[in-house]
T-cell receptor, first 113, second 111 residues
Framework: NAGVTQTPKFQVLKTGQSMTLQCAQD?????MYWYRQDPGMGLRLIYY???????DKGEVPNGYNVSRLNKREFSLRLESAAPSQTSVYFC????????????FGSGTRLTVV | RKEVEQDPGPFNVPEGATVAFNCTYS??????FFWYRQDCRKEPKLLMS???SGNEDGRFTAQLNRASQYISLLIRDSKLSDSATYLC????????????FGRGTSLIVHP
């Protein structure tokens, strides 16, 4: 009964390095999302995938790219990490976009130095 | 004006107290409303939906006021385990519109 699984849980990067955050869900949900959460800023949507084969920008997409690999998996890539990308990243899924029964992963704590 | 606004708190209350949070939204076309709970350093989890007629789940009561564009969450008989951040979520429709999260209200329940 895993729900949404994110890897890694923690990561430290140097400025300019790249990395991919992985997310997989086993609930047969159609929609998947990437959020970042910063102190005092709440959850901000980076990218989302309303259904397999589609991706769209959210509120703060700059510096990120995504891939909806298949129905289960949605990855987030930082091509050239910057200190401003230090944050907690949450992946989430829902049966359909706009239906708020989000299930969140446990998060990735990323620090860029 | 932010789309969804919450008082960040913290609300500091003793065990057994009743506490209420409000959340205001700016989009009058909003249709779906929810409360999420987030424990420290954990992911958000759905607490309850908010229906037009109001709804109750044990010690928790959620209400919607469309005229004034706010939703509320009432917690009765507070427990230590209720200490968390409570996020309100607003969505304009049940279609492809992506919901907006408030920044959360922090609740601390002390002995």
């Amino acid at each position: 009964n895993a729900g949404v699984t994110q890897t890694p849980k923690f990561q430290v990067l140097k400025t300019g390095q790249s990395m991919t955050l992985q997310c997989a869900q086993d609930m047969n949900h159609n929609s998947m999302y990437w959020y970042r959460q910063d102190p005092g800023m709440g959850l901000r949507l980076i990218y989302y995938s309303a259904s397999e084969g589609t991706t769209d920008k959210g509120e703060v997409p700059n510096g990120y790219n995504v891939s909806r690999l298949n129905k289960r998996e949605f990855s987030l890539r930082l091509e050239s990490a910057a200190p401003s990308q230090t944050s907690v990243y949450f992946c989430a899924s829902s049966e359909w976009a706009g239906t708020v029964g989000y299930t969140f992963g446990s998060g990735t704590r990323l620090t860029v130095v | 004006r932010k789309e969804v606004e919450q008082d960040p708190g913290p609300f500091n209350v003793p065990e057994g107290a009743t506490v209420a949070f409000n959340c205001t939204y700016s989009n009058s076309a909003s249709q779906s409303f929810f409360w999420y709970r987030q424990d420290c350093r954990k992911e958000p989890k759905l607490l309850m939906s908010v229906y037009s007629s109001g709804n109750e789940d044990g010690r928790f009561t959620a209400q919607l006021n469309r005229a004034s564009q706010y939703i509320s969450l009432l917690i009765r008989d507070s427990k230590l385990s209720d200490s968390a951040t409570y996020l309100c979520v607003v969505s304009a429709s049940g279609g492809s519109y992506i919901p907006t999260f408030g920044r959360g209200t922090s609740l601390i329940v002390h002995p």
